[in-house]
């Protein structure tokens, strides 16, 4: 009896398979990539990194920020 009480706790929560993470959760922070995002989507890329910018600086300077922060 345990053990199909075991089984059935297990399939609940899909033991059965290693926690893989998605690419999605990966932030890019490749100079080609960053050059082609708007100063709206680097400063969310920002937030992930957990830095506030300021998007009246130049698209340059805010991409010198998040690589410096990534590093």
């Known amino acids: 009896i345990l053990m199909n009480l075991w089984k059935k706790f297990k399939s609940l929560f899909n033991l059965d398979y ?23 989507q680097l400063e969310k890329t920002g937030r992930k990194l957990g830095i506030e910018l300021d998007k009246r600086q130049t698209k340059d300077k805010l991409i010198k920020q998040i690589r410096k922060h990534s590093k």
């Open 18 to 40: 290693p926690l893989v993470l998605k690419k999605e959760d990966e932030i890019k922070t490749d100079l080609k990539h960053l050059k082609t995002q708007t100063k709206t």
